[in-house]
């Protein structure tokens, strides 16, 4: 299951001559990843990426991947080793339950989950499977096949070519994380929350429910309603805010402090307030607004100096 972010990024032995593999973006020295990136950047925008003067949020997202990674980065977007981080910064409350962590797929303990769960590479994203049925999963052996395969790929592969050199997931020591499936597909109340953090300080606020297109609220860090879009296909929909809202972005705002630009993911289950993760290059600076100036607005809010 590859998400379409990947599909979409996934582009290198289309993009030219020299054709991109994995193999190769994997063995380049680093003082080569401006110029493929700028290569990929061009292919998936259309537009030319100006790394000595980033002006828009997509070129300075760039600008971050590059020039910006950090051990720390790394270590947060773990998904094992990020658990850590914030239980001594915010507390374990906020952590999602974990039913098993280890490196073979093999050595799962099926019998021993509940049935519905959600099994995680901790060095990509949207490296995962969902399982709402366990019996089923395990009757369909072709499909426990496809899976045990793709997690056996994943823990011996880098995530960081796939997505456009989003360098702090080169060096993740793969695992595989399971957590119980958190989502009541029937329970309106769920929603996902993603506070956009600026030099520090949580700016965007936005709530995004569960639905088809999905419905999604913005604010500022007032609370003020916005009427903004980060992708095209999501619906906007004007709600007040929520003491759920409120407190993610009071928990971001202690975690967000010492980078330039961080998204902290939560979700809302059963009114419980849950860490997600840390997104520090979000959508990999390819975002396509539906609105052209955002990015450019969004460009000024960031200073990367």
């Given at each position: 299951m590859?998400?379409?972010?990947?599909?979409?990024?996934?582009?290198?032995?289309n993009?030219?001559?020299?054709?991109?593999?994995?193999?190769?973006?994997?063995?380049?020295?680093?003082?080569?990843y401006?110029?493929?990136l700028?290569?990929?950047?061009?292919?998936?925008?259309?537009?030319?990426?100006?790394?000595?003067?980033?002006?828009?949020?997509?070129?300075?997202?760039?600008?971050?991947?590059?020039?910006?990674?950090?051990?720390?980065?790394?270590q947060?977007?773990?998904?094992?080793?990020?658990?850590?981080?914030?239980?001594?910064?915010?507390?374990?409350?906020?952590?999602?339950?974990?039913?098993?962590?280890?490196?073979?797929?093999?050595?799962?303990?099926?019998?021993?989950?509940?049935?519905?769960?959600?099994?995680?590479?901790?060095?990509?994203?949207?490296?995962?499977?969902?399982?709402?049925?366990?019996?089923?999963?395990?009757?369909?052996?072709?499909?426990?096949?496809?899976?045990?395969?793709?997690f056996?790929?994943?823990?011996?592969?880098?995530?960081?070519?796939?997505?456009?050199?989003?360098?702090?997931?080169?060096?993740?020591?793969?695992?595989?994380?399971?957590?119980?499936?958190?989502?009541?597909?029937v329970n309106?109340k769920?929603?996902?929350?993603?506070?956009?953090c600026?030099?520090?300080?949580?700016?965007?606020?936005?709530?995004i429910?569960?639905?088809?297109?999905?419905?999604?609220?913005?604010?500022?860090?007032?609370?003020?309603?916005?009427?903004?879009?980060?992708?095209?296909?999501?619906?906007?929909?004007?709600?007040?805010?929520?003491?759920?809202?409120?407190?993610?972005?009071?928990l971001?705002?202690?975690?967000?402090?010492?980078?330039?630009?961080?998204?902290?993911?939560?979700?809302?289950?059963?009114?419980?307030?849950?860490?997600?993760?840390?997104?520090?290059?979000?959508?990999?600076?390819?975002?396509e607004?539906?609105?052209?100036?955002?990015n450019?607005?969004?460009?000024?809010?960031?200073?990367l100096?």
């Amino acid at each position: 299951m590859v998400s379409d972010l990947l599909s979409k990024l996934n582009i290198f032995k289309n993009i030219g001559d020299p054709p991109y593999s994995y193999d190769e973006i994997i063995r380049l020295d680093e003082k080569d990843y401006p110029k493929y990136l700028k290569k990929i950047y061009k292919k998936i925008t259309k537009e030319n990426l100006n790394l000595k003067n980033p002006k828009s949020f997509n070129e300075k997202i760039q600008w971050l991947k590059l020039y910006d990674s950090t051990l720390l980065k790394t270590q947060l977007t773990d998904k094992v080793l990020v658990r850590d981080w914030i239980k001594k910064k915010i507390g374990d409350e906020y952590l999602k339950p974990v039913l098993w962590i280890g490196k073979n797929f093999d050595d799962i303990p099926f019998d021993e989950l509940p049935n519905r769960f959600i099994i995680k590479a901790n060095n990509g994203c949207k490296w995962q499977f969902i399982i709402k049925n366990k019996d089923v999963f395990l009757e369909k052996k072709i499909l426990k096949e496809i899976v045990r395969s793709r997690f056996n790929g994943w823990m011996v592969q880098s995530f960081f070519p796939f997505a456009g050199f989003e360098l702090q997931y080169k060096n993740i020591e793969p695992q595989i994380l399971i957590e119980p499936l958190l989502r009541d597909e029937v329970n309106e109340k769920d929603y996902e929350i993603e506070i956009y953090c600026f030099n520090g300080s949580p700016k965007i606020l936005q709530k995004i429910k569960y639905s088809h297109p999905r419905e999604v609220c913005v604010y500022d860090e007032h609370y003020n309603l916005l009427d903004i879009k980060f992708k095209a296909d999501y619906n906007i929909v004007f709600q007040p805010s929520d003491d759920n809202l409120k407190l993610a972005a009071a928990l971001s705002d202690r975690l967000c402090r010492e980078f330039k630009l961080v998204r902290v993911d939560w979700m809302v289950y059963k009114n419980c307030l849950y860490f997600n993760e840390m997104t520090f290059t979000p959508f990999s600076g390819f975002y396509e607004f539906e609105d052209k100036s955002l990015n450019l607005k969004l460009g000024n809010m960031l200073n990367l100096k």
